[in-house]
């Protein structure tokens, strides 16, 4: 008798028989082993065709139950979380709204139900609305095909008693460039999953991103992970997914394997030419399209091209929004140097991975420039018409804490420092040697202010009606153009007295926005700086005046004052310094 079977991860895997019996059986599917929750299908095939005439009568019966006018009233009260884009801005609508992600992801080896203790003080005390949390192949897929759902079950649960959102991060093929995330099973048989090799034709510490057996792995596993999203998370607590982690490869510019070599030398494909639009002439091989850069583009549309291939399988399952993170290049780098992680989504490939990538929704930056001038430039490339901004990781030493403001001037759509845990792990440099309340307070302040007000400020932002400043060393002033109105922002300058030569902060920490909620009426806030405002046409002779400016809280998304600022609160402009404040204005010229 001829074997039937499937083609599986690990090659063609016979059916099972029971025991004796002559009948086939499908194979095992996915199993996912949940807290209390063991779900396996074993379907006997002839079982199956007889059982065939009542399944599909039952289908139908589904079928009608999905299109019911109340299951479709529920599914349009219940959106799934999604970006929206709409006169080039951007939004992640929540339940149907524009929401701001406060995020704080913890570190690396912090996702484990023991650790979880130590993740959630720091998050609250943070005051975020999203924990972004590592989801592990090695532990999700600890046997072939056997999935253990078990700790995203708890993160389930714990994110909603802490009434949190969830990212997850997936750390399938590629972590940080590497593939240490992958199973035992797999990390035991390098010559079925293997690594790439260099120009010297030794393996290098990166994944092949032509591997079709480690492609199919990592499509099974995250198809897994997105299936039992769809069924435990009829809440949405997870807003977004994560696909890889830092995909690419550090210390060698692409894979120089005989399977890449040879798509090397073959023509570039069509597709990505019209995507790019680029005039060559069809047939050039990489070499003779891209120069140079061959080596490097190369590697992005592979390492893309293989996410794709993951991402569109779990969204087909579960459509939640999806993201790649990347770490960055120097963002004035203009030459050739290859000293940094390629095949990533950095700035000079963003084309390649939009072209190859569109089950991507967006390409984010991980930000560790503690410069301002770096720091605002990723900003400016990440910030495009064809991608949402989203800032998923970040330093969380102080310096960094006033780039939130920056980010909230480029429109994003959240917003993330990283290690936030009190496991104790310091990740110095980049990071503190210790994280503590001291250290977090900077980027406390900022989430206390604005997460009673995240949904006003993601609506603002998703209406092109937000500007922001942050302090640069050395320049104490800024300036924010409402049309008819200036606003001056100044650093440094105290709380009283004339403003005319700022000095600046000792550190450059100041920060401000400004939204623009009706004729001359702005939602203003900020910390260490003062805010003023000044008619545009100054020369026509007319003052400013402060009609009215109130200090609120935001209940339920609703503005409530709770005093007038007069006096001293305004005779100096409007003058904010550690306290989360926010002010409404009302402005009138004499
Ligand atoms: C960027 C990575 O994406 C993170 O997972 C982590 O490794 C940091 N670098 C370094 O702490």
Excluded at 81 to 102: M, N
Excluded at 194 to 211: H, K, L, N, Y
Aim: charged share 20%.
């Amino acid at each position: 008798m001829q074997n039937s079977g499937y083609e599986g991860p690990e090659g063609f895997v016979e059916f099972e028989r029971r025991g004796g019996e002559k009948e086939d059986v499908a194979p095992v599917g996915p199993r996912c082993y949940g807290t209390g929750v063991y779900c396996s299908f074993r379907r006997g095939y002839s079982f199956l065709m007889q059982k065939l005439r009542t399944i599909f009568s039952q289908y139908i019966f589904v079928l009608l139950l999905l299109c019911s006018p109340a299951t479709l009233r529920a599914q349009a009260a219940n959106p799934l979380p999604h970006i929206v884009q709409k006169d080039g801005h951007y939004a992640l609508f929540v339940d149907g709204a524009p929401y701001l992600i406060l995020g704080a992801q913890a570190n690396n080896s912090s996702g484990w139900p023991s650790m979880l203790p130590k993740v959630w003080p720091a998050v609250e005390y943070l005051h975020a609305n999203t924990l972004e949390i590592p989801v592990y192949w090695e532990q999700f897929e600890p046997e072939p095909w056997h999935f253990d759902c078990s700790i995203v079950d708890t993160l389930l649960a714990q994110a909603r008693q802490h009434q949190m959102h969830l990212i997850l991060l997936w750390f399938g093929t590629w972590k940080n460039g590497s593939s240490h995330y992958m199973p035992l099973w797999m990390k035991r048989s390098p010559e079925k999953y293997p690594r790439m090799i260099g120009p010297d034709g030794r393996a290098v510490d990166s994944p092949s991103p032509f591997s079709e057996t480690t492609l199919r792995a990592d499509i099974n596993a995250f198809s897994a992970l997105m299936r039992h999203l769809k069924s435990a998370d009829p809440e949405h607590t997870v807003l977004m997914v994560q696909v890889e982690n830092e995909p690419g490869t550090w210390g060698c510019v692409r894979d120089y394997s005989p399977a890449a070599q040879r798509v090397f030398e073959s023509p570039v494909p069509t597709q990505l030419l019209t995507a790019l639009r680029m005039s060559a002439t069809p047939g050039g091989t990489w070499h003779q399209v891209f120069g140079e850069e061959a080596d490097v583009f190369f590697h992005a549309w592979a390492v893309a091209r293989y996410i794709e291939q993951v991402a569109a399988a779990g969204k087909a399952i579960y459509p939640l929004p999806l993201y790649v993170n990347a770490a960055l290049r120097n963002p004035f780098e203009t030459g050739h140097e290859h000293n940094y992680e390629t095949g990533g989504a950095t700035d000079n490939v963003i084309p390649v991975w939009k072209a190859t990538a569109p089950s991507i929704d967006l390409l984010a930056p991980d930000i560790y420039m503690e410069g301002s001038d770096e720091y605002l430039k990723v900003l400016d490339l990440y910030h495009r018409p064809d991608n949402a901004l989203f800032v998923p990781e970040t330093g969380h030493t102080p310096a960094y804490s006033r780039y939130f403001f920056a980010a909230l001037g480029h429109q994003t759509i959240g917003f993330s420092p990283f290690g936030i845990d009190y496991t104790k792990y310091a990740n110095d440099p980049i990071g503190a040697t210790e994280l503590n309340e001291k250290l977090l307070e900077p980027f406390a302040i900022n989430y206390k202010l604005v997460a009673p007000m995240q949904r006003e400020i993601a609506r603002l932002n998703f209406e092109g009606k937000l500007q922001a400043v942050v302090e640069k060393q050395g320049i104490p002033e800024d300036s924010l153009d409402f049309g008819p109105w200036q606003v001056k922002v100044s650093y440094g300058l105290g709380q009283f007295g004339p403003g005319n030569h700022p000095p600046g902060n000792p550190q450059p920490i100041g920060r401000a926005f400004v939204a623009e909620l009706g004729p001359n009426a702005f939602l203003v806030s900020g910390f260490f700086c003062r805010v003023d405002f000044q008619p545009s046409d100054g020369a026509s002779g007319k003052q400013r005046e402060y009609l009215r400016v109130e200090e609120g809280t935001y209940e339920n998304g609703k503005f409530r004052a709770i005093r007038i600022w007069n006096g001293d609160q305004t005779d100096w402009g409007l003058n904010f310094a550690s306290v989360p404040q926010v002010v409404r204005v009302s402005l009138e010229t004499y």
